[in-house]
């Protein structure tokens, strides 16, 4: 069992910044992969970025390249964001994947973002 959460939301200018922390906790050792996650309202839920658990291989969605970059530092997986965009806006969920899992299997709460134009 895993545990996720995620902090770091808030509301903020267009062109600014927020850094999202996501705290994982429990058998960590189970995990081979970490994501994260955005969905609004009516929409299906978008990944935003990857990275292996070990650090390794980060994946940015194309929507999101050169603005934001995700990290690890222990248990803690960051999402920085910059030159953020009204279009940014969403509540975002930090998951993980386990050794020999395709999916995604665990999940935060969610942290909500909101950008102000």
């Known amino acids: 069992q895993v545990q996720l959460v995620e902090s770091g939301g808030g509301l903020v200018q267009a062109g600014g910044s927020l850094r999202l922390s996501c705290a994982a906790s429990?058998?960590?050792?189970?995990?081979?992969?970490m994501g994260w996650f955005r969905q609004t309202p009516g929409k299906e839920r978008e990944i935003v970025a990857t990275?292996?658990?070990?650090?390794?291989s980060p994946v940015i969605a194309d929507s999101v390249k050169g603005r934001f970059t995700i990290s690890r530092d222990d248990a803690l997986v960051y999402l920085q964001m910059n030159s953020l965009k009204a279009e940014d806006t969403a509540a975002y969920y930090c998951?993980?994947?386990?050794?020999?899992?395709?999916?995604?299997?665990?999940w935060g709460q969610g942290t909500q973002v909101t950008v102000s134009s």
């Open positions: 990275i292996a658990w070990g650090g390794g």
């Open positions: 429990g058998r960590t050792s189970s995990i081979s992969r």
């Open positions: 998951a993980a994947r386990f050794s020999g899992r395709s999916s995604y299997d665990s």
